[in-house]
C-alpha cells in the first residue's frame, strides 16, 4: 500500500508539472501573436491578455502543496522559474524557499527584495528561520532579527550558533512538557485545553520544576493506562536524548534503529533545550545523500540544474583539471612501453580489460566502505578484518576471472607463438590488479576521512587513477619481462 501510494504521489507531481508547462507554453504562444499583431489600444490589450493568461497557472500553484511548487521551481529553466515564482502568493514564499534546493533558493532570493525576504522569513518558525538565514543577505538577516520578539531572536540566535551538522542545528523548540507528579486525567485536559500539538507529537516530554528531563510519556500509554495513574508511574524514564553539540548524521541513525518519530535534546545539566522531528531528520538524510552522489561524480551541491553554462562549466573545472592529471599520468605509463606494445600489438587490445575489471572491482568494495564509514560501522578493531575478507575477494574473483581471461586470450591469440605466456601473462595481470584495486577501494575513502571530508569526496577519482595506472604498468611490466 505504502508503494501504491508513493507512485500515486509520483504521478501526481508529475502530473503538475506538465500542466504547468503547458500553461506556460501557451501562455508565451499567446503573448507572441498578440504581440505581432497591430490593433488600437496595443498594449492594453497586451497587458489584459497577459493577465488573463496567467489566472489558471496562479490558481493551479494555489492548490499545490509548497513541496510540490519547489518540485516544480527546479524542473524549470530559470526564465520560467521566475515567472511562476511571480506568481506565488507572498505568504506562501518562506515555506517553499525550505523546500527548494540550496542552488534553486539562491535564484529565488536575487529575485526578492529586502521587504519580500524578511516577510517570508518572519512567517517561519524558529528553526526554519535558523535554517534559511545562513542563505539570505546579511542586512536582511540583521533586519529579519529585529523583527522577531526577544524569545523568537534568542532561539534564531542559538539555533544559529551551532555548527550545521549538529543537532542544535536541526532541533525546534515547538513542544509540549508535562509534570511527573500529575494523573494522566490531567494530562488530557491539559492538552484538550491546548486544542493544537506541535506536528509530529508522539510523546510529552516529563521534567522537574527547574526544566529537568526525567523521561517522556506517549501517548498511546496515556490512552490505554487507568485516568487516575500519575504520570510517573507510566512514563519511560530511560529516553533516547540527544546533546546540541551531537553530530547530526549519529542522530539520523539513532531516529532509523529506534524508529524515533521525536526526541528531546537536552543540555549538559539534563535541562530540555529542545526536540528532534522525523521530518527534519529525513531531510537531512536526503540533502546528505544528494551531496555524497554529487560529490562522487565531482560535481558542487550549488549546481543548479539549469545553471549558466559558465557558471555550470566552473564547478566542473577542478575535477576535470584533476581527471586529465592522472590520464597524463595513466597514458605515460603506457607511453614507458611503447616499445613492448610495438613488438606484440595485442597488449594494446588487452591492457584495458585488466584496469576496466580493476576499477569494477575497487568500486565495490569502495562503496562498501563508503557506507560503513558512514553509519559508524567501521573503527580499528574491526578494520583489519574487514581489509583481509576484502583481499580475500579479491584473491578468488582473480583467480576464477583471471582464468577465464586466460582462456579467452589464448583462443583469441592462438596463431602467434607467444600465444601460451600471453595468455599466463594476461591472467596474472587480472589477479594482481584485482588485489590492487581492492586495497585502493578499502584505503581511498578511510584516506579521505581522515583528513576530515566526506569519504565519497574524490574516493572515485582517486580510485580510477590507482587502478588505471597500475593496471597498465602490472600487464605490460609482465609482458615485457615474459613475452618480450
Partial sequence: MDDEHEDRTREHVEDSLEQVMGLIARHKLVESLVHKQDMPRHD???????????????KKLDDLHPADVAYILEALPLEDRLLVWDLVKAERDGEILLEVSDAVRETLIEAMDNRELVAAAASLDTDEIADLAPDLPKDVVQELMKSLDHAKRAQVESSLSYDEESV????????????????????LRYLRMLGDLPPHTDKLFVVERDGRLIGTLPLKRMLVHDPEAHVAAVMSDEPVTFHPSDEASDAAQAFERYDLVTAPVVDANDRLVGRLTVDV???FIRDESEADLLQAAGLREDEDLFTTVWKAAKNRWLWLGINLCTALFASRVVGAFEGSIEKLAALAALM???????GN??????TLVVRGLALNLI???????????????ALLNGLVWGSVMGVVTYGLYRDIPQAVPLAMVMAAAMLLNLLVSSMAGFWAPRLIDRLGHD?????????????????????????????L
Fill in 281 to 283: 531528520v529525513l531531510d
Fill in 455 to 483: 569519504p565519497a569526496f574524490g574516493a572515485h577519482v582517486l580510485l580510477t587513477f590507482i587502478t588505471d595506472s597500475m593496471g597498465f604498468f602490472i600487464f605490460l611490466g609482465l609482458a615485457t619481462v615474459f613475452l
Fill in 168 to 187: 542544535g542545528a536541526l532541533m525546534d523548540y515547538d513542544f509540549v512538557t508535562i509534570r511527573a507528579d500529575v494523573t494522566l486525567e490531567t494530562a
Fill in 352 to 358: 584495458p580489460i585488466v584496469a576496466g575489471m580493476g
Fill in 44 to 58: 492594453l490589450v497586451e497587458s489584459l491578455v497577459h493577465k488573463q493568461n496567467l489566472v489558471e497557472l496562479t
Fill in 379 to 393: 573503527s580499528k578493531e574491526n578494520s583489519r578484518r574487514l581489509m583481509h575478507k576484502e583481499l580475500g575477494i
Fill in 361 to 366: 572491482s575497487g568500486s565495490q568494495t569502495l
